[in-house]
């Protein structure tokens, strides 16, 4: 995660606990959000906060990565 999110590319800005998404049960989500400018992602995971967090991170760059490419393939 970074303070200052790159305009250009799509970043982690929060992984924090939450709730359980309506109907699932658990103590151990958490709640991540990728952006990038006005484009915002938020989603709910569970497991630790690492293992979120590294997730968060792989989809951020999965995301980056395909749209250097150009898009879907």
Same mark, same amino acid.
């Given at each position: 995660m970074r303070d200052e999110p790159n305009?250009?590319?799509y970043e982690v800005t929060v992984v924090e606990k939450t709730t359980p998404p309506? +109907?699932?049960s658990g103590d151990n989500w958490y709640r991540y959000v990728i952006e990038r400018g006005k484009q915002i992602?938020?989603?709910k995971k569970? +497991?630790?906060l690492k293992t979120v967090t590294?997730?968060?991170d792989?989809?951020?760059e999965l995301i980056n990565s395909r749209h250097l490419r150009g898009g879907r393939k």
């Open positions: 305009k250009n590319q309506d +109907g699932m992602i938020d989603c569970t +497991g630790t590294e997730h968060a792989s989809v951020a």
